[in-house]
């Protein structure tokens, strides 16, 4: 786990609105379909203005409260244009990785990334734009923004 400032992202996909306990039960859950229909729908071909990188993104945004709380999640890439684009500015994360097989990764990282918020005072989690970084088909960072 690391602290950096992230200066500036775009991210542009497709999104849902879902909640943690929705994403608990395998037949209510959101987010699996979602990454599906990302691929069944080829969406990165229809997405303008992409950037020069590889990687796919799982942003977690518009929290409406905390972890308890809806909040929408998209399914996407880096852009170089604002337009129809989540939006990262010059904000503060705590960066956690894992290695293994996806999408396992994610689930049992992000339940180590609640543990360590429960257990660990010296980070308050800012619930801003979260978000996945899948740096290869076997690796993934999660950036937790922080106050």
Known sequence: MKVTRVKKLMI??????TNNELEM??????????????????????TFDKAK????YG???????????????????????PKNAIVIEDKKYLVFTKQGELPMIVTDLWEEIWEFFEKN???????GVDFEK????????????IK
């Open 53 to 56: 990188s590889d990687f796919m």
């Open 25 to 46: 039960s395998e037949e209510n859950g959101k987010i699996a379909s979602l990454w599906e229909e990302y691929f069944s729908k080829d969406i990165y071909k229809k």
């Open 59 to 81: 942003v977690y945004s518009n929290y409406e409260s905390d972890d308890t709380g809806n909040y929408k999640v998209t399914v996407g890439v880096e852009v170089t244009k």
């Open 121 to 127: 005072s010296d980070y308050e989690r800012a619930f």
């Open 12 to 17: 542009s996909g497709i999104s849902v609105v």
């Open 134 to 145: 899948f740096t290869n088909e076997d690796e993934v960072e999660i950036y937790v923004s």
